[in-house]
């Protein structure tokens, strides 16, 4: 795995961060995450002839990606000895699930623990979203635990400890996610016998589900961490996520955050072929220097030009803009009007996310009234602005329960709150 980590230096001081943590796999290694290609090897581990080794790839990932399951023994296109000879030398194990909440409104979090590099330290942990609306289930997923840029407003930017997922990692919230929803072909669903005469969909949200039986339909790499600089993990993990004989969720329906990796965004559309959304946040390049430090390397210019050039960019797939609203520093008029002067001619969409606060931060959200205000400049623009209805309020409220940290409590706060923005 290729691994790009900025380092500091006196004319660019914008990552501060130690390198990144190792991972250090597991005894009994999972299958999840493996490509085809990495699961004929894996086969061919355990003694599966060659000529063999493909057609029983098409079970395995029939069994791992379609239906979900979580052992071998139950794989019943495969001979006994084979089975076994799985079970010995692999598990299918996902990310731990160590908390789960259910708001009212359906919003679901869970709480996964991650293994460190050195046994004993503290574990790692990453949160995994899930928001249900009328006619899709957002799950927003992370990349890294922790991230190696330091966005001010940002409290992941804060966190001292950084690793990589793995792709299994990656992929494992969304097989975590739907283990949980009882979102495979065949499962009983988490809300059975709530609402039985009912959709799965239908019974989370509480809405009738117009277009799929599925719960989770889109997926946003909006979780912890900077997807773009552990991009050859997410774009595995995101190939098997888009994967029509599994899980089968449509790269139109993907959506890949970043603070402006302009060398890798190229091959976010090219290798992946993703939406993707662009943590703008600031107008002009003095601000968005403070707010996103990496913008000191590639600034607002050079990040556009390569928004413009995103490969499959176009009306039908814009590129959907964040742009958090910190009250008395980017929430301006004035910044609104600049803002929409300067996507024109991008097939953009521009996502307002109010700011989330945690302790210790210097910003506060900008009032109500000034974002609308700011959310009519940008209407009147011809873009759909959406401000998202805050969801899972109760659960968030409830957070202290999942980890006692304050701090903590906010990182999951701000998750939650920029993956409803996506939510339109
Ligand atoms: N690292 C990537 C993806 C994860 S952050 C990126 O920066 O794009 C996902 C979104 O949440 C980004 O737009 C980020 O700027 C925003 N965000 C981070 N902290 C926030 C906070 N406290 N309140 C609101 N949005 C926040
Ligand atoms: Fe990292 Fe994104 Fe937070 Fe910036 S906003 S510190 S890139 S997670």
Redesign the pocket.
Known sequence: MTTTVETASASAPFVEKTPLERYVAPEKPSLIGLSRAELVDALGEVGVPEGQRKMRVQQLWHWIYFRGLTSFDTMTSMSKDLRSALEQRFTLARPEVVAEQLSVDGTRKWLLRLPGETQGERPHEVECVYIPDTARGTLCVSSQVG?T?T?T????GTQRLVRNLTAGEIAGQVMVAKDRLGDWPGAIRATDGVMPQKSSKERISGKPDMRTDRCITNIV???????LYNLDAVRDALLIVADGEGLGISKRRITL???GVVPNIERAGSEIGCLL?V?L?AVRDELRNELVPLNRKYPIAELLEACRNYPGASNAKRITF?Y?MLKDVNDSIEDAKALVRLLKGIPAKINL??????PGTKYECSDWEQIEKFSQVVFDAGYASPVRTPRGRDILAACGQLKSATEKLSARE?MA??AMAMTD
Do not use: D
């Open positions: 991230c840029l966005c407003f940002c409290h992941t790499m909006m979780g912890m961490g900077e997807p955050s970043t603070s959304a943590s946040h964040e958090v996310i109010p700011f989330n606060p945690w701000r709150l920029r």
